[in-house]
């Protein structure tokens, strides 16, 4: 459903679920949650439970569903992260709609000798610069996982290049508790101490969990640790449907609603009003190769649809858009990244990540980076919608001009061309013999060509000198472990 009267706002609504449908998926993980159960293997977070009312047998922990309700009550429906300089915030609440790139891919699409190799060194530095020029990006990501450092520490190292090379806010991750410590030295030394990094986080902290009802040890011990300091946390996770979850959409909603809320009740005992979002990726598997498929129609489906949840339980949602299952940037890419990222959009979703991912979140692209840029500038316009009213009728103008006359020469109409009229950056509205003037390039050589162009001139805010210094001095510190 999607509905374009939204009083009061220009923004399109789309709904795959009804209020009622909501209803009856969350009835249903309330009761997955109390009579199946997920395993918690942690010891303080079990505990936690325990003391709560949770029943407890080893590893699985059954929580009743008063426990849920409570948890979602002091849960916030919002919270901030910070820009690195703290001049402004972007907001993580339902219909706020933040596009950022993902991380981890194994390998890195080489810009400049065009190559298909391990991500190293350099890399989350030139994904964080391009995505500080790209304009509707909003917050930064690594995009790859670097190959050529001690693998335990990589987290580390990214986010010593993001934080150096682009002032939007940051989603870190890590493998461990050491990890995350190390990061957070580091965000605190760009904003002067841990005072004014709790006041104004920078960064979030992102983690995942698994399915079938699966948290980690490891997960929930960052879940932990985020709460006690109230830093953003993103709870991301979902299976693969038919695989670790029922072929059906509503299985797959049901098993991915029920672990991610079993984190928002550990989240929520430890530090009542703790700052959490939860994410779902639920994409089907080729049945042809056992893959998942990044790139199918029902992974955006089954995403808008878990946005529905999210807004009937007032949590902030992470999905996911902006990703291929292509190995290059060609027509397949744009196909996908634009299903996703409209999909994304209408549904409200206030944190997108994954923009730039192709061959099924194995390689990272700046190309697609910049491509899916242009694809959410388009959206955007979109989702502006219709503005019915007085002032947007301009009657008094018709009248004014009347029959058979024009408008370009009206000053009212030049005030109003570049809102209400979009204007491409990268994609050709040009008479074809212009076109040929210009050198007649394809879209993908033209984003290759504004790849290239931010690599080669933008220079992000620089950090200070005693930022940079206290920075140096981390990674030198764990290089000497």
Same mark, same amino acid.
Not at 102 to 124: A, C, Q, V, W
Not at 186 to 198: H, I, N, T, Y
Not at 280 to 309: H, K, V
């Given at each position: ?235 991301? %996770?979902? #299976?693969? !449907? ?7 959409? &509503?299985?797959?909603?049901? +098993? /991915? *609603?029920? $672990? ?87 549904? %409200?979703? #206030?944190? !997108? ?7 099924? &979140?194995?390689?990272?692209? +700046? /190309? *697609?980076? $910049? ?100 920075? &140096? ?9």
């Amino acid at each position: 459903m999607i509905d374009a009267r939204k009083a009061g706002a220009e923004t399109l609504l789309f709904r795959v679920l009804s209020h009622e449908q909501c209803g009856e998926l969350y009835k249903a993980t309330l009761q997955c949650l109390e009579q199946v159960g997920v395993q918690v293997p942690h010891a303080e977070a079990k505990q936690l439970l325990l003391e709560a009312g949770a029943e407890v047998d080893g590893d699985i922990v059954w929580i009743p569903r008063g426990l849920v309700k409570d948890a979602l009550a002091v849960a916030p429906a919002s919270f901030e992260i910070w820009s690195r300089d703290q001049q402004w915030a972007m907001p993580v609440a339902m219909d706020k709609i933040n596009f950022g790139p993902g991380l981890t891919n194994t390998y890195f699409h080489d810009p400049h000798s065009g190559e298909r190799r391990r991500t190293r060194r350099g890399d989350p530095a030139m994904t964080a610069r391009v995505c500080d020029a790209l304009e509707q990006i909003d917050y930064v990501i690594g995009l790859g996982l670097i190959d050529d450092v001690p693998s335990d520490l990589a987290p580390v190292y990214e986010f010593a290049e993001l934080i150096a090379n682009t002032n939007k806010p940051i989603l870190a991750w890590g493998y461990g508790i050491d990890n995350l410590e190390l990061i957070d030295r580091m965000a605190a030394a760009v904003v002067g101490g841990l005072e004014p990094l709790r006041e104004r986080p920078i960064y979030g902290v992102f983690a995942t969990y698994q399915s079938p009802l699966v948290n980690t040890e490891e997960d929930l011990a960052k879940l932990l640790w985020a709460a006690e300091r109230n830093m953003p946390f993103i709870y991301m %996770g979902g #299976p693969i !449907v038919g695989l670790t979850s029922p072929m059906t959409g &509503a299985g797959a909603l049901v +098993l /991915a *609603l029920a $672990v991610a809320l079993s984190g928002v009740v550990v989240t929520q005992l430890k530090q009542p009003g703790a700052p959490i979002a939860v994410g779902g990726l639920s994409a089907p598997a080729d049945l042809r190769t056992s893959r998942m498929a990044y790139g199918a129609p029902e992974t955006s489906l089954y995403g808008a649809a878990f946005a529905d949840l999210c807004r009937y339980l007032e949590l902030p949602f992470m999905g996911t858009a902006g990703a291929s299952e292509s190995k290059l940037l060609d027509s397949q890419a744009a196909i996908e990244s634009t299903v996703q990222l409209v999909f994304s959009a209408l549904s %409200g979703t #206030p944190l !997108v990540h994954d923009l730039g991912f192709l061959d099924c &979140a194995e390689l990272g692209s +700046l /190309a *697609l980076l $910049v491509m899916t840029d242009e694809i959410i500038a388009m959206i955007r316009r979109i989702m502006r919608g219709v503005r019915v009213n007085a002032e947007a009728i301009m009657l008094d103008l018709i009248q004014q001009v009347g029959p058979g006359g024009h408008f370009m020469a009206e000053a009212s109409s030049a005030k109003r061309c570049r809102r209400g009229i979009w204007v491409p950056g990268l994609m050709d509205r040009d008479h074809h013999a212009i076109w040929e003037q210009k050198g007649g390039k394809s879209m993908e050589e033209r984003v290759v060509q504004r790849l290239r162009q931010i690599l080669e001139t933008h220079q992000p805010q620089p950090l200070s000198p005693i930022a940079r210094q206290q920075i &140096a001095s981390i990674l030198a510190e764990i290089t000497a472990q």
